[in-house]
């Protein structure tokens, strides 16, 4: 059976082809070295490096490419960039729609008493009014960390208003662009974001394993290294660089997945975010009306616009892990039932704990699918 996978929101099941190539080839060619750590292979291998993030650049528009930082994905970059921003006894400012990918580092920094956190609460669709932040705003409060869209309701949050607020209250900004980076366009250069993190493997349609954050060269300065090591330069001295990006990148980098995600980010340059966003939010406006004629309750914001193609529903008729597996088992039908990784979500949503049932396309959905899956959705709860 052919399988519909509508589980894009944990990883993009398909990869555009010139990714796979570009890998196949550097595979074939047999003969990668570490960047920066061995002769003249080593130079064409840091070549590559570099024209990955001249790619990313362009998507971003980040005008200094040493800002890109390369990880091995979001989870990294927000642990990375959440301690290194963090000092004894200040206080950080989340919201209550995170997945565990930025709940857990803070979590873990609060009950080790290194900081005070408090969560905002969003609204039953998941959306942010970002005026409430002031609320939340002390004399020590240091950080914002917020997510760009939820991995949960598709809700999409308004980071440009809640960044200026914390900017002029003197925090650091922290956007989590996972489910964000590739669909919605992000100018980073122009905005008030101190440090984007994403991941390789949603829509930026990338292999897994990669991923990175873009950090404003100033900003960087105030950010101590969370993990240390080699990096192939002053390597005479016990002490981590104070450059860019040699501060953040210790370690041989996944050279086979960041030239995957350089092919990746390239073919969504050449194909533009704006068609690939008009793309999957026609399957989600559809999506969302075709749910109207089957008796199932949704969640997330109404409006289009600020929706990313991420529907949650659930069924009095049926339990949502019952509900995905028959779609597996009889439709071959891929989706993602239970908590997300975002229990705090889900609590802001009413869902918690049962969890809901999440429907996720991508830029390979077809219009098709998704009329295959409103089908068996409704011949299951008929
Ligand atoms: C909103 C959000 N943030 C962070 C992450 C973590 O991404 P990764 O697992 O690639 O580190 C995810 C993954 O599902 C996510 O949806």
Known sequence: MEYIHLNYAATSAKKPRQSIDAMISYLNANNSLSPGRGGEASLSEGRLEIEARLSLCRLFNVKRPEEIIFTQNATTS?????????????????TSMEHNAVARPLELLRQ???????????????????ETIKDYIKENTRLMVMTHASNLTGAILDYEKASLIAKEHGLFFILDAAQSAGYCAIDFDNSAIDVLAFTGHKSLMGPTGTGGFIIKKEIADEMEPFITGGTGSISHLLTQPDFLPDKFESGTPNMLGIIGLKASVDFILD????????????????????????????YGPEDISIHAPVVSISSDKMDCSMLSSVLFEEYGIITRPG????PLAHKTIGTYPE???????????TMEEIKFALKALSEILK
Request: net charge positive.
């Open 78 to 94: 927000l642990n990375m960039a959440i301690n290194g921003l963090v000092r004894k006894g200040c206080h950080v400012i989340t």
């Open 112 to 130: 080790k008493g290194i900081i005070e956190l408090s969560i905002i609460p969003c609204n039953a669709d998941g959306t942010l009014g970002p």
């Open 271 to 298: 194909t533009g975010v704006d068609k690939i966003r008009k793309h999957e939010e026609t399957l989600t406006r559809a999506f969302l009306s075709g749910l109207q004629d089957i008796p199932v309750k949704v």
């Open 339 to 342: 908590l997300h990784c975002s």
């Open 355 to 365: 969890g809901t049932l999440r429907f996720s396309f991508g830029y390979f959905t």
